[in-house]
């Protein structure tokens, strides 16, 4: 039996321009964007490229993206015994690669 994740649990959201001045970001775990729900700060990074906006959504993205591996490795486990019939298998790895494609779409600021 797997552990319960001792990290806060997803969503994370970006409070953007709320750090440092309004130079930095805010990740939270909740809408009403209190400082109690504050998980981490993104500080201003010398950048032009928007890296301070792609290290927020990087770091809002990471229980997406540990769930995602998780799954990946899940199916990876059924799929090596095959006792377990395929459309189960392949039912669990649709949803670990839909569930690492939203993943990566959060963490590059597309649709989650």
């Known amino acids: 039996m ?21 130079e930095g970001h805010y990740i939270t775990d909740s809408k009403d964007m209190v400082e109690l729900s504050r998980i981490a700060a993104v500080l201003f990074h010398d950048d032009a490229d928007g890296e301070t906006r792609a290290n927020a959504r990087l770091l809002a993205a990471a229980p997406e993206l540990l769930a995602a591996c998780k799954s990946m490795i899940e199916w990876d486990d059924r799929e090596r015994d095959h ?30």
Not at 86 to 100: E, G, Q, T, V
Request: net charge positive.
């Open 2 to 22: 797997e552990q319960k994740a001792a990290h806060t649990p997803a969503p994370w959201l970006i409070e953007w321009n709320a750090a440092q001045s309004g």
């Open 83 to 112: 006792a377990v019939d395929f459309s189960a298998r392949m039912a669990l790895c649709d949803a670990a690669f839909n569930a690492a494609r939203a993943a990566i779409a959060k963490a590059k600021g597309g649709a989650a």
